[in-house]
């Protein structure tokens, strides 16, 4: 029997919209958007609590049996992440949580561990998944594929809006060269680095406003979706 459920896979690199337009997309086709970024980020939050040296992959693949992470959909609709019952949501945007990420994302016994808990919630529902392996290792059959860029220097221009917007504002050149390293240790990891699947549709946004972008993107998921019909 044919799955039941839509997935929808967006990959791409760090500040590319992702998860705003995501999360815009699955809205309007009613679809439940799921943030595995934030995912990798609560482990990475977890391991920043309990002082465990970045480094050491054996440290924090030691963790994970303790971890209790779960992702909670609220009544706003939005994807919260709870850890022992605690909601971290806002926490793990932090600028030290995101270069732990990527570093804790590097860790094959993380992503070994989380791929159970995003194939699942693809298996429940028709899903819109950002993240950086969607389309490559956690949904290969996925209905639609994409990957979603800009240049870098758009990329750090929004993400410094992002900051600024949520308080927490980082000078330009700083989250550059944050955004440049990050995307360079997700691309040369040796379990399931940041690519674009064959099968992907290319979008870039970097000559795009948002609306423009969410505009691209539900026409992309649109049509592919008509043709799986
Ligand atoms: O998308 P983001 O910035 O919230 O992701 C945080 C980190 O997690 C980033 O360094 C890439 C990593 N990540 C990953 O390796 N695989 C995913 N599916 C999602 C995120």
């Known amino acids: 029997m044919k799955h039941p459920f839509h997935a929808v896979a967006i990959d791409g690199p760090s500040g590319a919209g992702k998860s ?28 920043l609590q309990k002082k465990v040296p970045l480094e050491q992959a054996d440290a924090i693949a030691a963790l994970l049996p303790e971890i209790h992470v779960e992702i909670s959909y609220g009544a706003d609709g939005l994807q919260h992440m709870l850890i022992d019952g605690e909601d971290i949501t806002a926490e793990i945007r932090r600028p030290e949580v995101s270069a732990a990420a990527s570093k804790v994302a590097a860790v094959p016994a993380v992503r070994a561990y989380l791929l159970e808990m995003q194939r699942r919630l693809a298996l429940e529902n028709n899903v819109i998944m950002d993240g950086r392996d969607i389309g490559t290792v956690v949904l290969p059959e996925a209905d639609c594929k994409i990957f979603l860029t800009a240049s870098d220097h758009v990329r750090a221009q929004r993400r410094c809006r992002e900051l600024a917007d949520r308080g927490t504002p980082v000078d330009y050149e700083t989250v550059l060269e944050d955004m440049r390293r990050r995307d360079e240790q997700d691309r040369t990891r040796a379990v399931a680095p940041l690519q674009q699947a064959e099968d992907a549709v290319l979008l870039d946004t970097s000559a795009m406003n948002f609306e423009q972008s969410a505009a691209a993107l539900v026409q992309i998921i649109e049509e592919k979706l008509a043709h799986e019909a």
């Not at 997309?25 to 009613?30: S, T």
């Open 20 to 47: 705003s337009l995501a999360r815009r997309a699955a809205a309007q086709l009613h679809f439940l958007y799921v943030d595995t970024g934030a995912i990798y980020r609560s482990i990475a939050w977890y391991a």
